[in-house]
């Protein structure tokens, strides 16, 4: 098993905020619904907020440069896009946006449970806080749309 570093650690929740901007973008831009459209758009909006506070802290540790974001979360949007084409499109973006948004939750919840600079503990706390809130305004959506 590899080792957890604060650095690691940092790292791994940054990519989670890269993935889901880039998760709520794609969603964003295949919804029709203007509501819906707008709460994605200002999650990946506060996703990438959450990727820039975290920045410094990891750059200051010597880590996380331009990563990407993880090549799962590529293939996350691929299947999104499927399911676009498959069945009714507002519900499959929310559904996939749910599920996207618990993977960065346990991200969130892994790394509390680890190691992170004291300084930078309470930034993510507040982070995932606002995930939970995220998330659940996601299940309430899928509901509805169900």
Request: charged content about 25%; hydrophobic content about 45%.
């Amino acid at each position: 098993m590899a080792e957890r570093t604060e650095r690691a650690v940092l790292n791994s929740l940054i990519v989670a905020c890269r993935d889901a901007d880039r998760g709520f973008t794609f969603a964003a831009e295949h919804v029709l619904d203007s509501t819906i459209r707008t709460f994605f758009e200002d999650l990946a909006k506060e996703r990438r907020q959450y990727a820039e506070a975290l920045l410094p802290h990891a750059q200051r540790l010597g880590g996380a440069g331009d990563a990407e974001g993880s090549s799962l979360a590529t293939l996350h949007r691929a299947w999104m896009a499927v399911k676009d084409h498959v069945v009714h499109r507002e519900q499959a973006m929310v559904v996939e946006a749910e599920r996207g948004e618990r993977t960065a939750l346990a991200a969130y919840v892994d790394a509390l449970g680890g190691m992170l600079p004291p300084e930078v503990r309470g930034v993510v706390e507040s982070q995932q806080a606002g995930i939970e809130a995220g998330l659940k305004r996601l299940h309430a959506l899928a509901t509805a749309t169900a």
